[in-house]
């Protein structure tokens, strides 16, 4: 059975930085597409960042150079780097996974983790 479970969550000013995490089981990080997303209150969820199985890396225009994707592979967790955090990023955050090397139709999802940040 695949969990994804997100951690690393909080709130912060403008200009802070948090470190979100996601902890899989049942399923190799290293092995599959993944990637992080975001809803706010009132909008649909957009895609932040993805990782494919090839090690290929895709960011939303709005995070990026100011987050950063990455697999742990000894702890098979996924993570994502936020600094310089802006009031536009709050939003409940997801990991998700695709059963695929290169295709990323996601099928797995974790619960969330609350981002909330003040200006």
């Known amino acids: 059975q695949v969990q994804l479970v997100e951690s690393g969550g909080g709130s912060v000013r403008t200009g802070g930085s948090l470190r979100l995490s996601c902890a899989v089981s049942?399923?190799?990080?290293?092995?599959?597409?993944m990637g992080w997303f975001r809803q706010a209150p009132g909008k649909e969820r957009e895609g932040v960042a993805t990782?494919?199985?090839?090690?290929?890396?895709t960011y939303a225009d709005s995070v990026s150079g100011r987050f950063t994707i990455s697999r742990d592979i000894s702890k098979n967790t996924l993570d994502l780097q936020m600094n310089n955090l802006k009031p536009e990023d709050t939003a409940i955050y997801s990991c998700?996974?695709?059963?695929?090397?290169?295709?990323?139709?996601?099928?797995?999802w974790g619960q969330g983790t609350q981002v909330t940040v003040a200006s």
């Open positions: 998700a996974t695709a059963p695929y090397w290169n295709f990323c139709e996601f099928t797995y």
């Open positions: 049942g399923y190799a990080v290293s092995s599959y597409c």
């Open positions: 990782i494919k199985g090839d090690r290929t890396i």
